[in-house]
């Protein structure tokens, strides 16, 4: 009788779908394609993903793997993430499994946990959601936060531009396939099965390697202006032609990004920088006129009027380490990388305030905080993100002080690989020094007997420098200069026209060159790129 009422509740009759409603868009016609058709190797299914389908399915709901993942096994590679949709609701879900959490207000969805600490794994199970008009939906002329009490108990609620700030009226599969953005997300993978659902052509999509939009384009940016930034995204890391009818709404309906949240708006950034590609990203952004005022931290890097060849270059190696990193299944932090895209900003700031009289690390301090207030406003979970950023950049200053205990201290920093990452990618631009890059990365390996030898060998250097501008001649001696030598040569005393002789000075005893120091010449060093 419950299942019977839920079924109800979420528009099935008789195991057929619901009639479309009026204002819908064509909804699709469901076609499974077998394993024959679509390829996908099950070995590549998460097993994880798969036992929360069972789970589903053993309970008497459908559940399917869904979204990206499909998408990604179609096309060979091995997804990050696996998400699973299904028509049981999230307070169902979350009975079903002993670690569940419902989370999220917008779209209220359900994590289910396994493994604990850092190793992990979320499986991220949504509801099938039902495709609700903007026209029929409630309104309000705020945002989310302005209008908070207004939609707090309401499940289907747009704002003035159409943009969705709720989405949580369940509905039948059909009808959630047609309110995803584009079709090559838009399929459901049965694992058990070994069937691909497909409604609206991904599959084809997929192998012509275009990214279509379901339904009319400006309509579905109006709902949601992130898909303007997912769509570039998509374009970027898969290599996708981009279907013209779902680009040409892009740059003249790019405004509404206006209104979405700064922290959503940053959260996206972030995915458009690790996925890999982030070169091709910022291409694509170009190529759409979206490189100057969607994202404050890119315009520093993007803007024609703020580049110059240090910066460029610097921020090109950065982010072509980035995606070296991500290629290999290393981990990216977003702390470091925008680090990096924001660093010439930081200098900038810094060597004004030195000019003004301040002292190196007040000015340091201040030009960061001036930064983070220009470049990344007050967003969710700004406070860790500036902590790690200010510690890689507070570090910079440090690596040039090789003396005393400091360079002991500074290796034992919880960051300090992700300074010495940033000292790098600084001397691989010009910099700094190639030599001091080394000299750490030799330093960081060495036991406590090389790193004495390395700290006496620039004590040595030094002292040698000093010793070389000690023995330099002051200008107005450099014309006596071969009449002195002569003269000392012949035994007499030769001083300058109406002057006294000075008497000879004590040469002063030269100090050898420890064998350890000699041993360990800076620069000599390979550190990993």
């Given at each position: 009788m419950i299942?019977?009422?839920?079924d109800k509740?979420?528009?099935?009759t ?7 409603r009026?204002?819908m868009?064509?909804?699709g016609r ?8 679509h ?16 789970t589903?399915t053993?309970?008497g ?7 990206g993942a499909v998408?990604?096994?179609?096309l060979?590679l091995?997804?990050?993430d ?5 028509n049981a609701?999230?307070e169902q879900v979350?009975?079903l499994f002993r670690?569940a959490?419902i989370?999220g207000?917008r779209?209220r ?7 604990r600490?850092?190793?992990h ?5 949504s509801?099938?959601?039902?495709y609700?008009?903007?026209?029929s939906?409630e309104?309000?002329?705020?945002n989310e936060?302005?209008s908070k009490?207004q939609?707090a108990d309401?499940n289907?609620v747009?704002?003035a531009?159409?943009?969705v700030?709720r989405?949580n009226?369940w509905g ?6 047609a309110?995803?953005d ?7 993978y049965d ?7 497909d409604?609206?052509g991904?599959i ?8 279509r ?6 309509t579905?940016?109006r709902?949601?202006?992130?898909r303007?930034i997912r769509v570039?995204r998509f ?8 279907e013209?009818k779902t680009?040409?709404p892009?740059q003249r309906?790019a405004?509404?990004l206006?209104?979405v949240?700064a922290s959503?708006?940053?959260d996206e950034?972030?995915k458009?920088?690790?996925t890999?590609h982030?070169l091709?990203?910022?291409q694509e952004l170009r ?5 100057r ?6 315009d ?6 703020q ?5 460029e270059?610097f921020?090109?190696?950065a982010?072509?380490?980035t995606?070296r990193?991500?290629?290999?299944g290393k981990?990216?932090a977003p702390?470091f990388m ?5 660093w010439?900003?930081?200098?900038d ?9 301040e ?11 001036e ?6 406003g ?6 860790k993100?500036?902590?790690?950023m200010r ?7 440090r690596?040039e002080?090789?003396?005393g205990h400091?360079p002991?201290?500074?290796v034992?920093?919880p960051?300090f690989?992700?300074g010495f990452?940033?000292?790098?990618l600084r001397?691989?631009?010009g910099?700094v020094d190639p ?7 030799e330093?960081?390996q060495?036991?406590?007997s090389g790193r004495?030898s ?7 250097q030094?002292?040698a420098v000093?010793r070389s501008r000690?023995r ?13 030598v002569e ?6 005393s030769?001083?300058p026209?109406g002057?006294e002789?000075a008497?000879?000075r004590k040469?002063?005893?030269r ?8 041993a360990a ?5 390979s550190h990993?790129?």
């Amino acid at each position: 009788m419950i299942k019977k009422l839920i079924d109800k509740l979420l528009g099935k009759t008789g195991g057929r779908q619901a009639a479309p409603r009026p204002g819908m868009p064509v909804l699709g016609r469901r076609v499974e394609v077998p394993k024959s058709v679509h390829g996908i190797d099950p070995a590549w299914v998460d097993e994880r993903a798969v036992k929360v389908v069972r789970t589903l399915t053993e309970a008497g709901y459908e559940a399917y793997i869904v979204g990206g993942a499909v998408r990604d096994l179609l096309l060979g590679l091995r997804p990050k993430d696996f998400d699973v949709a299904t028509n049981a609701p999230p307070e169902q879900v979350k009975a079903l499994f002993r670690r569940a959490f419902i989370v999220g207000r917008r779209f209220r969805i359900v994590h289910v946990v396994f493994g604990r600490g850092r190793d992990h794994e979320v499986i991220e199970v949504s509801t099938f959601r039902a495709y609700v008009d903007a026209a029929s939906a409630e309104q309000v002329q705020g945002n989310e936060k302005t209008s908070k009490s207004q939609i707090a108990d309401k499940n289907h609620v747009v704002d003035a531009s159409g943009r969705v700030l709720r989405d949580n009226v369940w509905g039948p599969q059909i009808e959630d396939a047609a309110r995803r953005d584009f079709t090559i997300n838009a399929m459901y993978y049965d694992p058990q099965r070994e069937i691909v659902v497909d409604y609206h052509g991904g599959i084809a999509d997929v192998k012509k390697r275009v990214l279509r939009m379901i339904g009319d384009p400006p309509t579905r940016y109006r709902e949601d202006p992130v898909r303007i930034i997912r769509v570039v995204r998509f374009a970027a890391k898969l290599g996708f032609e981009i279907e013209p009818k779902t680009r040409e709404p892009i740059q003249r309906m790019a405004h509404l990004l206006d209104n979405v949240p700064a922290s959503r708006l940053f959260d996206e950034m972030i995915k458009l920088l690790q996925t890999g590609h982030a070169l091709a990203s910022l291409q694509e952004l170009r190529k759409h006129g979206l490189h100057r005022g969607v994202f404050p931290i890119l315009d520093v890097v993007l803007d024609e009027q703020q580049r110059h060849d240090g910066r460029e270059k610097f921020v090109q190696l950065a982010l072509a380490d980035t995606d070296r990193r991500v290629a290999e299944g290393k981990p990216v932090a977003p702390s470091f990388m925008l680090a990096c895209m924001l660093w010439h900003d930081v200098l900038d700031r810094w060597q004004r305030r030195q000019a003004q009289g301040e002292s190196a690390s007040q000015a340091l301090g201040l030009a960061i905080d001036e930064v983070f207030d220009a470049r990344i406003g007050d967003i969710s979970g700004r406070g860790k993100l500036a902590a790690d950023m200010r510690e890689i950049w507070m570090m910079q200053p440090r690596f040039e002080r090789r003396s005393g205990h400091g360079p002991f201290t500074l290796v034992q920093q919880p960051r300090f690989r992700a300074g010495f990452d940033f000292l790098r990618l600084r001397a691989e631009a010009g910099e700094v020094d190639p030599a001091l890059a080394r000299w750490w990365e030799e330093f960081s390996q060495a036991d406590e007997s090389g790193r004495h030898s390395l700290l006496e060998a620039v004590r040595e250097q030094q002292r040698a420098v000093q010793r070389s501008r000690g023995r330099r001649k002051p200008a107005h001696l450099e014309a006596h200069g071969d009449a002195l030598v002569e003269a000392q040569g012949a035994g007499a005393s030769v001083a300058p026209s109406g002057e006294e002789a000075a008497p000879a000075r004590k040469r002063r005893r030269r100090r050898r060159k420890s064998a350890a120091a000699a041993a360990a010449p800076a620069g000599d060093a390979s550190h990993e790129p």
